[in-house]
């Protein structure tokens, strides 16, 4: 098992390479490699397009009686991927490339063809410089005219150069970042004076909000006011707040007469004539209020003018009293008699 691992052989003293017998192999033998397209090409068979890098299992020979400059030169034979028709290609030494030979054709090359112009070119002058003297002496003059020609641009570049070099490009920098600098202040400027214009506008359209929302809440008080003074509520006022001084009898009157548009008098066939009983004048016990202006607490009897009042058909009022106080005078009786 060492020795598989060693790299040197033994060879005994007596050992000949001669005696060694070769084998005889026919010069035309050709090998199986595995190699990539040289180039981009078209099969004639079926029309598939092989491009460049594409691999194949290859079968390379050597070309008889084909050499250049002592370099023997190698025939490839690869099979179309579509159709399996055969294609043979072969190197090219003296141009550094490879030369399509059988079963398919090259693809288009610029620059390939460019470079076979040039040389063309370049034979058919040699050609004529070998034959004419007189043509080597044009193409001489041709030519240092154009090195006049293009001594004179490289002179031309070289002031242009020499004029930019003089530009001061560091205050030129300077200039443009002050302008930018000057645009950005602008900017910022604008900027704030839009944001105090919308600041301006938002506190006009609160202050206008505001005010409205005012106005509207003091038309709902007042409206609520309204609804609120209902000619039923002079049964729940209190007396004592309007009885003060002399005047508080036109006062009474009022709340009397808005009583009588709302409701109707007592005696009226109405709504309310029907549910109270006129109390006979007979039978009639008039109670006592005490007097608030005096503030002595005397009752004073008052039963010839509530018997007036309900002959006439009309409330009795007091004018101490609260306006509860004016239904005292009337209460339920046995006999449903009534006007």
């Not at 004639?44 to 008889?64: D, L, P, S």
């Not at 112009?117 to 041709?142: D, G, H």
């Not at 020609?149 to 920098?173: I, P, T």
Request: net charge negative; with cysteine; charged share 35%.
């Amino acid at each position: 098992m060492s020795e598989r691992k060693v790299l040197n052989k033994y060879y005994p003293p007596d050992f000949d390479p001669s005696k060694i017998p070769k084998l005889k192999l026919p010069k035309d033998r050709q090998y199986v490699v595995r190699l990539m397209a040289p180039f981009n090409m078209r099969c004639k068979t079926c029309g598939e397009y092989i491009y460049k890098g594409k691999k194949f299992n290859a079968r390379k020979e050597t070309v008889q009686n084909e050499l250049y400059m002592g370099l023997p030169i190698f025939r490839f034979y690869i099979k179309c991927t579509r159709c399996l028709a055969e294609i043979t290609f072969k190197t090219d030494p003296e141009n550094t490339d490879y030369a399509m030979e059988h079963g398919a054709t090259r693809n288009f090359q610029a620059e390939k063809l460019l470079e076979e112009e040039e040389k063309k070119i370049v034979q058919e002058r040699e050609e004529e410089e070998l034959n004419n003297p007189m043509k080597v002496l044009e193409n001489r003059t041709r030519d240092s005219k154009m090195e006049m020609e293009v001594l004179e641009n490289l002179q031309e570049l070289k002031d242009l150069n020499q004029r930019q070099a003089q530009v001061d490009f560091e205050g030129m920098l300077d200039q443009y970042k002050e302008m930018e600098k000057r645009q950005r202040e602008r900017e910022q400027e604008e900027d704030e004076r839009e944001t105090k214009e919308m600041l301006e506008r938002a506190l006009v359209k609160r202050l206008r909000d505001s005010d409205s929302e005012e106005e509207t809440e003091n038309a709902k008080d007042e409206g609520r006011k309204h609804t609120a003074d209902k000619p039923t509520d002079i049964l729940t006022t209190d007396g004592n707040a309007g009885s003060q001084g002399s005047s508080s009898v036109g006062i009474k009157k009022q709340k009397v007469e808005s009583w009588e548009r709302s409701v109707g008098g007592l005696g009226a066939k109405g709504a309310l004539g029907s549910l109270v009983v006129r109390k006979k004048p007979a039978h009639a016990t008039p109670r006592q209020a005490p007097d608030t202006q005096t503030g002595s607490g005397a009752a004073k009897p008052e039963s010839s003018t509530a018997s007036a009042s309900a002959s006439n058909g009309q409330p009795v009022s007091s004018q101490n009293g609260s306006s509860l106080s004016l239904l005292g005078a009337y209460t339920d009786s046995d006999d449903s008699n009534s006007d």
